[in-house]
């Protein structure tokens, strides 16, 4: 007669090469998974109970290559596996995977959020206060949304509502190959703060991150508390329509948050659709740096329509680094702020054939030249034939090369019948672009649609010609063209552009040193100019 051990006195041995006997007892204490607990892993029947009973041990949990129906948040404080295992939430929830302190995430978990309302799709709660030792580790989460409200968010730092002693606070925590599809948001770090008590947001790495279709990629906003030195790296970031709308903007940076670094490949940034920048620098940040590139002819704004806001304190800076090839955007931001501020530089008239007339109502020139600031409105009167407002650009630097595309923006409602473009490249003005790319509320227009070629050297004049035959207002929000020319502040020529928003007070140009690369700069002190190293050198690659 075969007498059973007990459980305790059971032994067990792994089916490999130089394994040993064990006790099942221990070999049972190691990894737990949610089958152990009642769930089923189909998908279909409620596993909630089941995960969160098998979280709770205090073991290595295994979530295997299953897909869990879940309809509660789930929180993980331990170390979990994930064999490309799916929660799928079939009940709406605040959050659905909240990563506390102690969370140690390893092999792909999929978090599907598709089919439900839910505020953020991963969140790393402040309130719980992560130490060095208990910081969140994750790698490969993948969030897919359901077309989420503005205020959704893919992943969220949170650190606007405190816990003990009502601080908060989150630091070291390190997570790899996320990516947020269809949410408002997709990645935001936020802090409040609350006196003198401790709420900050700093230190964190969020390596190989890719968002897809949200209103906005990356949106940091301190408030006035303390998010700083936060690193989000290899980040891919493509636009996609997001409840029919497109993104509002690319990767902004607000409050008080200062020394934090990105870098990302933004793809297919579409003029057709967007409006709001790419990257976009509160007035009270400072010492971020961006660094963005793109390869589609359709990434417009990457130089030309973005904030140019940096930090109060004049002797703090933002960076902006932007690559692109030349075939595509051209080579230099907003070439039409060299046409400013001299007098004479910017000229209006009018012109008319037949009694129609129009004449400048509201705003400046400097207006339409900067984005994010008022427009000029043009009052049109009906007559015979049609009336035209000629804004013209003389060029105050040298000629301008490489101009290939001009725009403008228009307020919703407020467009003219026809817009016209004339370039002078030195033999006068002759019409090169017209109401060709129509495009929602903007104007976007390739010098290749009227005749000649579609890059133009030269150029020392420029003429947006608006036009109309009828009794209408037309509010011109921006114009803009591309093309290169010698700075005075680092943006280089070549296929690159950096946008430096502002230096020390008393510094002047950089100066490159064709050789060794190094860098100074003019600086002037009791009227005295002196030539130094630049003590920020703001891109070694190039």
């Not at 839910?118 to 969140?123: A, H």
């Not at 409006?275 to 509160?282: A, D, M, N, R, Y």
């Not at 947006?464 to 209408?472: E, G, H, K, L, N």
């Amino acid at each position: 007669m075969t007498q059973r051990l007990p459980a305790t006195m059971a032994l067990t041995q792994q089916p490999f090469p130089g394994s040993v006997l064990r006790l099942q007892s221990e070999k049972n204490a190691e990894t737990v998974t949610p089958l152990d607990f009642g769930a089923k892993g189909d998908g279909i029947v409620l596993d909630t109970n089941a995960i969160l009973l098998a979280l709770s041990s205090g073991r290595r949990v295994d979530l295997m290559n299953l897909t869990y129906a879940v309809d509660a948040t789930i929180p993980i404080n331990g170390a979990v596996f994930s064999g490309n295992a799916t929660l799928k939430f079939t009940g709406n929830v605040t959050t659905a995977l909240d990563l506390r302190p102690g969370a140690d995430l390893i092999g792909k978990l999929n978090v599907d959020i598709s089919t439900i309302v839910c505020q953020n799709g991963i969140l790393l709660n402040g309130a719980l206060q992560s130490t060095h030792d208990t910081a969140q580790r994750c790698d490969t989460i993948w969030v897919k949304g359901n077309t989420h409200p503005n205020s959704g968010f893919g992943l969220l730092f949170d650190a606007t509502v405190g816990g003990a002693n009502n601080e908060a606070w989150i630091h070291y925590a390190k997570l790899r190959r996320i990516i947020l599809e269809n949410c408002g948001v997709g990645l935001r770090i936020q802090a409040a703060a609350s006196g003198v008590l401790r709420r900050y947001v700093n230190a964190n790495v969020i390596d190989e991150l890719t968002v897809i279709g949200c209103k906005k990629f990356i949106s940091i906003d301190a408030g006035t508390a303390d998010v700083s030195a936060n690193f989000v790296e290899h980040c891919i970031c493509q636009y996609g329509s997001v409840a029919g709308s497109y993104p509002s903007v690319g990767i902004e940076i607000l409050g008080t948050a200062g020394a934090n670094r990105i870098e990302a490949f933004i793809y297919d940034w579409s003029h057709a659709t967007t409006q709001g920048p790419i990257v976009s620098f509160g007035s009270t940040t400072s010492m971020n740096t961006v660094v963005s590139s793109a390869f589609s002819w359709e990434v417009k704004d990457l130089g030309i329509r973005n904030r140019y806001e940096c930090a109060l304190t004049p002797s703090v800076s933002n960076y902006w680094f932007s690559a692109f090839g030349r075939g595509f955007l051209g080579k230099q931001d907003n070439i039409l702020a060299h046409f400013q501020p001299a007098v004479g530089s910017v000229i209006s008239t009018t012109s008319t054939t037949g009694t129609a007339s129009c004449n400048l109502a509201t705003g400046t020139f400097l207006d339409v030249q900067r984005e994010n600031s008022n427009y000029i409105g043009v009052a049109f009167a009906a007559g015979t034939g049609q009336a035209n407002f000629i804004i013209e650009y003389k060029s105050l630097t040298n000629a301008i090369n490489d101009v290939s595309m001009v725009g403008a923006y228009f307020e919703p409602g407020y467009l003219p019948s026809q817009v016209t473009v004339q370039i002078d490249n030195g033999g006068g003005y002759v019409s090169r672009a017209n109401f060709a790319d129509v495009q929602g509320n903007e104007v976007f227009c390739r010098l290749d649609t009227v005749g000649g070629t579609d890059v133009y050297n030269g150029v020392i004049g420029i003429k947006f010609i608006i036009s109309a035959s009828d009794t209408r207002t037309v509010r011109l929000r921006h114009v803009y063209a591309n093309g290169s020319v010698m700075k005075t502040y680092p943006s280089r020529g070549g296929d690159r552009m950096v946008g430096d928003l502002r230096w020390p007070a008393g510094v002047g140009p950089v100066l490159v040193d064709t050789v060794s690369g190094n860098e100074y700069r003019l600086q002037a002190t009791n009227g005295v100019l002196t030539l130094v190293l630049n003590p920020v050198k703001v891109m070694t690659y190039f």
